[in-house]
């Protein structure tokens, strides 16, 4: 028994080292600046008269074409170099101070010893390190670009697309059970976060490629943790509803969520342990969860005191969520997630109970036979989205500025940018205060207003008020 406890945990320390992570970064191309030298030329020459040469071949290769791009990514012949800012051949983190050794061209990038990068790698175990490598040069454009989409499906960007398409032109039912399911696993993946306090991998060894969430805590991947629960989610709610092939709903799911999972380990944002936890902790979940949303749906659309008992939970959610012992963007995005969830329902709940939500007779025979969209519901599922987006946008935008300057003034009476970090309870309480707000604000006109206005201007989707 204690052979097997000693391997267990001998398998967790594998699976959380940095070196796995690199090892995935190289298999893909993103391999260490080093790798590539450089000829030497006159001091005053610019950047693109410098011809670096492959290890491989021995030839130089043309700098003729090189260019700063607004993305950060530079074609050199073939290879993309990622850049924080253009490289300098006279930078002081480049070049050798003082006056050259015996046999080292003055100009020259100087290579770190073995003893260096040792120290280095040891040092650095946190995401907040200041010292983060930025030498990595990325060799293959489509695993870049494939990558940067995958992360980006567990991002802000994605909710607030996703979601509100799938109302107006999918499926009002399934929409509402896989919100609940999202703000659920959400929730308990960011909280287990800044209980657990387990650092990101570090870096140097690993390139990090992003650092957008670089402040949180990265045990579990809450990006592996939504990769997996809203396509799982999505078919689970649908395959008795719709008539399609669940096999080919499944190979979606598992490539949908290989590719943010594999991103976050490209990106140098996790661990496989990071990734792997998330994995089966949402698994584990979904067992439970897939029934219990169910029966909570029920009751959050129909129940007449259903906004006050889910408003009164979102806050002390909210309130009591787990906080870390620094600031991090985590309960930020926890609350965006539960506001979300809150206007979403409360909004369904509001068109129940006006009566404009009712559940058609007779009752159709399940599954529906999914009809593919003629030109004219093209055109009018465009017109639902190109309108949708423009208001959210406009309500996002309205609310954030009224909710933040009402809060901060009642509470702290001075100004402050809302993108600043928070640091004293009161900041605190006015950045969850109006992120709360304004989500949920978004949530609630995404499912009455917005619709509504639709039927108003007879483009909306027929089905919608059916949807229960």
């Given amino acids: 028994m ?15 080292e940095p070196s796995l992570v690199l090892k995935i970064q190289t298999c893909f191309g993103v391999l260490p600046r080093s790798n590539i030298e450089y000829e030497p030329s006159n001091e005053k020459s610019d950047l693109k008269s410098l011809g670096p040469v492959s290890q491989d071949t021995g030839q130089s290769i043309d700098r003729s074409h090189v260019y700063e791009s607004t993305d950060g990514v530079s074609p050199v012949n073939g290879v993309t170099a990622l850049r924080k ?14 006056s050259p050794k015996k046999g080292q061209v003055q100009g020259q990038r100087k290579k770190p010893s073995i003893k260096e990068a040792t120290l280095g790698a040891t040092d650095a175990v946190s995401s907040e390190s200041d010292s983060e490598s930025k030498d990595y040069v990325v060799t293959n454009r489509f695993w870049y670009y494939l990558f940067c989409l995958g992360t980006a499906l567990g991002d802000e960007i994605f909710y607030a697309s996703f979601i509100p398409f799938w109302f107006w032109n999918i499926d009002g039912a399934v929409g509402r059970r896989v919100v609940l399911v999202w703000a659920i696993t959400m929730y308990i993946g960011q909280g287990i976060k800044d209980i657990v306090r387990w650092p990101r991998p570090s870096s140097p060894p690993v390139f990090r490629l992003q650092k957008k969430w670089a402040l949180e805590y990265g045990m579990p991947s809450t990006h592996a943790m939504v990769g997996a629960s809203i396509p799982l989610s999505v078919i689970l709610y649908t395959m008795d509803r719709y008539q399609y092939s669940i096999t080919c ?59 006050f008992l889910l408003t009164t939970a ?11 012992d620094r600031w991090t963007p985590t309960r930020g ?75 901060r003034a009642v509470l702290l009476g001075t100004n402050k940018s809302p993108n600043e970090p928070s640091s004293s309870r009161a900041e605190v309480a006015v950045e969850l205060g109006y992120k709360f707000f304004t989500y949920a604000a978004v949530g609630f006109i995404t499912l009455y207003l917005l619709p509504g206005a639709f039927r108003l201007l007879h483009i909306e989707r027929p089905t919608f008020y059916t949807e229960i």
Avoid at 85 to 98: A, N, P, Q, R
Wanted: proline share 5%; aromatic share 8%; with cysteine.
């Fill in 2 to 16: 204690e052979t097997l406890h000693q391997s267990m945990w001998d398998l967790i320390d594998r699976l959380k």
């Fill in 85 to 98: 800012s253009k490289i300098s051949t006279t930078s002081t983190d480049e070049v050798s101070s003082g």
């Fill in 249 to 307: 709903g499944v190979l979606f799911a598992i490539v949908w969520c290989s590719v943010v999972c594999i991103s976050r380990l490209y990106l140098g944002m996790h661990s496989v342990l990071d990734i792997v936890a998330g994995l089966v902790l949402v698994l584990l979940l979904m067992i439970p969860l897939i029934p219990l949303v169910d029966s909570m749906d029920h009751f959050c659309l129909t129940h007449k005191h259903s906004p």
């Fill in 314 to 324: 979102a806050v002390l959610m909210v309130i009591y969520s787990p906080s870390g």
């Fill in 333 to 407: 995005d926890t609350t965006v997630v539960l506001g979300v969830s809150l206007g979403v329902h409360v909004g369904a709940w509001t068109n129940y109970h006006l009566g404009t939500m009712q559940e058609p007779f007779p009752k159709p025979t399940l599954p529906h036979a999914i009809l593919w969209p003629s030109y004219e519901m093209m055109g009018l599922m465009l017109l639902r989205t190109a309108l949708g987006f423009s208001c959210i946008v406009a309500t996002r935008a309205i609310c954030k500025w009224a909710s933040y300057a009402t809060l």
